[in-house]
T-cell receptor
Framework: EAGVAQSPRYKIIEKRQSVAFWCNPI?????LYWYQQILGQGPKLLIQ????????DSQLPKDRFSAERLKGVDSTLKIQPAKLEDSAVYLC?????????????FGEGSWLTVV | QKEVEQNSGPLSVPEGAIASLNCTYS??????FFWYRQYSGKSPELIMS????GDKEDGRFTAQLNKASQYVSLLIRDSQPSDSATYLC????????????FGAGTILRVKS
């Protein structure tokens, strides 16, 4: 079974530039998550999708971050304009659905450095 | 108060010893609890889940849950150098959907 795929794996940008990360969840998984993990901290949920609808985006800095999952499969997370404090690993994860408490599987992450 | 708290470590144990990792959580309605292992530069990997008070064993790993004390722990028996990683505790409040809240993690170092 293929895991959660993410790209690009690494990105270095200057502050105020934009960046986009792509995620393809495990086949058949309805729930998709984007987490932000700053060095030395645990992952923090940015946004959760159930199919193509947003379940929770309460911790997404909406002035600069946006995310979409138009067809209920792939998702894109965009940051524009980036700030130095956005330097982190962006982890995409998926689970079978949002209600059953099924295991959440993580992708390898997209490492962002803002200089 | 953080929702999920862990001692950041590092916790150093000799090879073959028992490593004990602890986690406390603030919200009494938390229903399920997870331990993820994260190697440096890698993504979190689920190693244990526990839903009921008591112990749950899986190979060298034992998770312990005490909901009255809002405490969950992970014991690693016969620790190996390959167990050296950051261990993340996560809790799930199911009425909010399948959403994990993570602690900052405990760094474990197993010395050979």
């Amino acid at each position: 079974e293929a895991g959660v795929a993410q790209s690009p794996r690494y990105k270095i940008i200057e502050k105020r530039q934009s960046v986009a990360f792509w995620c393809n969840p495990i086949s058949g998984h309805a729930t998709l998550y984007w987490y932000q993990q700053i060095l030395g901290q645990g992952p923090k949920l940015l946004i959760q999708f159930q199919n193509n609808g947003v379940v929770d985006d309460s911790q997404l800095p909406k002035d600069r971050f946006s995310a979409e999952r138009l067809k209920g499969v792939d998702s894109t997370l965009k940051i524009q304009p980036a700030k130095l404090e956005d330097s982190a690993v962006y982890l995409c994860a998926s689970s079978l659905d949002q209600y059953s408490g099924n295991t959440i599987y993580f992708g390898e992450g997209s490492w962002l450095t803002v200089v | 108060q953080k929702e999920v708290e862990q001692n950041s470590g590092p916790l150093s144990v000799p090879e073959g010893a028992i490593a004990s990792l602890n986690c406390t959580y603030s919200d009494r309605v938390s229903q399920s609890f997870f331990w993820y292992r994260q190697y440096s530069g890698k993504s979190p990997e689920l190693i244990m889940s526990i839903y009921s008070n008591g112990d749950k064993e899986d190979g060298r790993f034992t998770a312990q849950l005490n909901k009255a004390s809002q405490y969950v722990s992970l014991l690693i028996r016969d620790s190996q150098p390959s167990d050296s990683a950051t261990y993340l505790c996560a809790v799930n409040r199911r009425e909010y959907g399948n959403k994990l809240v993570f602690g900052a993690g405990t760094i474990l170092r197993v010395k050979s």
